[in-house]
Nanobody, 122 residues
Framework: VQLQASGGGLVQAGGSLRLSCAIS????????LGWFRQAAGQEREFVAA????????FYADPVKGRFTISRDNAKNTVFLQLNSLKPEDTAVYYC????????????????WGQGTQVTVSS
């Protein structure tokens, strides 16, 4: 499975961004796809996950109600819509794939994409 993230940038607090993760490879539809982020000097943390087949979603508490994860089956792409952004959302965002939701959200990721920088100014 190969993951290619894009869509990061610089935005003011309260603004929005949409991240994309293009997915390719064998049997990726059997995976849960998700996003993590890593702020400078901090550990990488789970943000959101989606089951490719069912569309079921799961979010970390800090982003609930502000971020939305979705997928486009036809384009083999997972999206992360970031709304009401705060300076503390500044981080490098990574897309990831895990064979199960539990493995994914606990950081036992099977595949990582490269990161995309999101910077939120106050």
């Amino acid at each position: 499975v190969q993951l290619q993230a894009s869509g990061g940038g610089l935005v003011q607090a309260g603004g929005s961004l949409r991240l994309s993760c293009a997915i390719s490879g064998r049997s990726f539809s059997t995976y849960n796809l998700g996003w993590f982020r890593q702020a400078a000097g901090q550990e990488r943390e789970f943000v959101a996950a989606i089951d490719w087949n069912s569309g079921g979603t799961f979010y970390a508490d800090p982003v609930k109600g502000r971020f939305t994860i979705s997928r486009d089956n036809a384009k083999n792409t997972v999206f992360l819509q970031l709304n009401s952004l705060k300076p503390e959302d500044t981080a490098v965002y990574y897309c990831a794939a895990g064979i199960s939701r539990v493995r994914l959200i606990t950081g036992r990721v099977d595949y990582w994409g490269q990161g995309t920088q999101v910077t939120v100014s106050s």
